[in-house]
């Protein structure tokens, strides 16, 4: 009797956990599949202006970051850096470089995960523990959100959402992480984006996806000086945001 009754309360036991790791999940589900609407992410900005946001997504890529300073810096171009927590953290004395220099220094999550693969506690935590360390360090919080891979699905939206974050995603994307994009094809998607879309995309106000790839530093005056000769100057996030 005494070990059916010591059975019986493991059982117990372990039936209370499972439900609780159930509910647990299937709340979780509840959240992301009901019709509350998600902020959309930002794409574009209307504005009437020539003005561009250049965005530079940072997880790896520090040895290139000076040389990307100095071409900004020689161009009087500003931008945004969306950089991991990782990275950050592991980098303090050039993030501060780049927000001294001006630049918008924002949130890409903690460790480069999938967000559509996350729930949104775990994306919450990933955009909360990097919101931490960048604040640590430059002493300004993130309030953008750039998710890694550019995945759009509820789970990460909805986190970014609860914590008062904005969504960005993208206009033009020199898809310069890949192996086969030269200097002359990074440069052409962004100075030339029909050869991308087929169609003439409307630059104003446009977003560009960059990364700090050796190629994308050899593209890039090519990218500013073409640009700036056709009228554009290239202003954070923010800056663009509030020209709307």
Same mark, same amino acid.
């Given at each position: 009797?005494?070990?059916?009754l010591?059975?019986?309360?493991?059982?117990?036991? %372990?039936?209370? !956990?499972?439900?609780?790791?159930?509910v /647990?999940i299937?709340s979780d589900?509840?959240?992301i599949?009901?019709?509350?609407?998600?902020?959309? +992410?930002?794409v574009?900005?209307?504005?009437?202006?020539l003005?561009? #946001?250049?965005?530079?997504?940072?997880?790896?890529g520090?040895?290139?970051?000076?040389? @990307?300073l100095?071409?900004?810096?020689?161009?009087?171009?500003r931008?945004t850096? %969306?950089?991991?927590g990782r990275w950050?953290?592991?980098?303090?004395?050039?993030?501060?470089?780049?927000?001294?220099?001006g630049h918008q220094i924002?949130n890409h999550? &903690?460790?480069?995960?999938?967000?559509?693969?996350?729930s949104?506690?775990a994306?919450?935590?990933?955009?909360k523990?990097?919101?931490s360390?960048?604040?640590?360090?430059? =002493?300004r919080?993130?309030h953008l959100?750039?998710p +890694? &891979? =550019?995945?759009?699905g509820?789970? /990460?939206l909805?986190?970014?959402? #609860?914590?008062g974050?904005?969504?960005?995603?993208w206009?033009?994307?020199?898809?310069?992480?890949? #192996?086969?994009?030269?200097?002359?094809? !990074?440069a052409?998607? @962004?100075?030339n984006?029909?050869?991308?879309?087929?169609?003439?995309?409307?630059?104003?106000? #446009?977003?560009?996806?960059?990364? +700090?790839k050796?190629n994308?530093?050899?593209?890039? +005056?090519? @990218?500013?000086?073409?640009?700036?000769?056709? =009228?554009?100057? %290239?202003q954070t996030?923010?800056?663009? @945001?509030?020209?709307?």
């Amino acid at each position: 009797m005494f070990i059916n009754l010591k059975i019986s309360r493991r059982l117990l036991s %372990f039936g209370g !956990i499972f439900f609780l790791l159930l509910v /647990g999940i299937l709340s979780d589900r509840w959240i992301i599949s009901t019709d509350v609407p998600v902020s959309k +992410p930002i794409v574009q900005i209307k504005t009437a202006q020539l003005v561009m #946001a250049l965005t530079i997504n940072v997880d790896w890529g520090e040895e290139n970051i000076p040389a @990307i300073l100095n071409i900004l810096d020689e161009r009087k171009a500003r931008v945004t850096f %969306f950089v991991t927590g990782r990275w950050a953290k592991k980098n303090p004395e050039l993030l501060k470089i780049m927000s001294n220099k001006g630049h918008q220094i924002e949130n890409h999550g &903690y460790s480069h995960p999938h967000p559509d693969q996350l729930s949104i506690g775990a994306n919450q935590e990933e955009i909360k523990k990097t919101e931490s360390i960048i604040e640590g360090i430059i =002493g300004r919080k993130t309030h953008l959100y750039a998710p +890694p &891979y =550019g995945e759009k699905g509820a789970s /990460g939206l909805r986190a970014a959402d #609860a914590l008062g974050y904005q969504t960005i995603l993208w206009t033009l994307d020199t898809v310069d992480w890949r #192996a086969d994009s030269t200097p002359e094809i !990074i440069a052409k998607r @962004i100075v030339n984006p029909a050869i991308q879309f087929g169609i003439k995309p409307n630059k104003s106000g #446009a977003i560009v996806l960059m990364h +700090p790839k050796a190629n994308t530093v050899k593209a890039l +005056p090519v @990218i500013l000086d073409q640009l700036a000769s056709d =009228g554009f100057s %290239f202003q954070t996030l923010d800056a663009l @945001i509030t020209s709307e």
